[in-house]
């Protein structure tokens, strides 16, 4: 019940297009649902986050749309650039789990010019 | 910016040695995490601290593990008795109010 899945695991788009990636949780006690951008070697940084009291929130190129009747929600990278590839993971966290990160597997996101 | 900041940057072990990480949490952070990667896979919790107690551990973090903060600024993970399986990216990770949670670079940990 812990479990974050995401998807596609790998996304190869052209620069200027929309990138989309999926995550579906289990655990309805999660309430904080954040994405983090994590280039080679580096560590995770967190890009955008959500509650479930709202059905979408942007920052610049980059929105959440969340979706609590179907416990999903997805990352929309709009104009992708080449410097936006990266791996992108989808989490959750909640009080009923300390608030702990639970993180989807990841998906390589790859920009062509 | 203020940041969390990880020692050191690659720490490479002979297996049953013991191994200190080191990180230095963003100032006024209160809640503390270490993180795992596994080359190539997901990010998987280790432990959280908060008001100098373990809040929850995950079933990695055995007794080969501790968690300490020895003074306001610390934050350490140690390992006892490394395996070859203990090879992965550690991050530290702090928060101020439990949810937006900020990473370090990492401390990328091989053991031989």
């Known amino acids: 019940q812990q479990q974050v899945k995401q998807s596609p695991q790998s996304l190869i788009v052209q620069k200027g297009g929309i990138s989309i990636i999926n995550c579906a949780y289990e655990?309805?006690?999660?309430?904080?649902f954040p994405w983090y951008q994590q280039f080679p070697g580096k560590g995770p940084a967190l890009l955008i986050a959500i509650r479930p009291d709202v059905s979408e929130k942007k920052e610049g190129r980059f929105t959440i749309s969340f979706n609590k009747s179907a416990k999903q929600f997805s990352l929309h990278i709009m104009d992708s650039q080449p410097g936006d590839s990266a791996t992108y993971f989808c989490a959750a966290s909640g009080p009923g789990s300390n608030y702990k990160l639970t993180f989807g597997k990841g998906t390589l996101l790859t920009v062509n010019p | 910016e203020p940041e969390v900041t990880q020692t050191p940057s690659h720490q490479v072990t002979q297996m049953g040695q013991e191994v200190i990480l080191r990180c230095v949490p963003i100032?006024?952070?209160?809640?503390f995490y270490w993180y795992r990667q596994i080359l190539g896979q997901k990010v998987e919790f280790l432990v959280s601290f908060y008001n100098n107690e373990i809040s929850e551990k995950s079933e990695i973090f055995d007794d080969q593990f501790s968690v300490e903060r020895p003074d306001g600024s610390n934050f350490t993970l140690k390992i006892r008795s490394t395996k070859l399986e203990d090879s992965a990216m550690y991050f530290c990770?702090?928060?101020?109010?439990?949810?937006?949670?900020?990473f370090g670079p990492g401390t990328r940990l091989t053991v031989l």
């Open positions: 990770a702090s928060s101020e109010t439990s949810n937006e949670q900020f």
């Open positions: 100032s006024n952070h209160l809640y």
């Open positions: 655990n309805t006690a999660f309430d904080y």
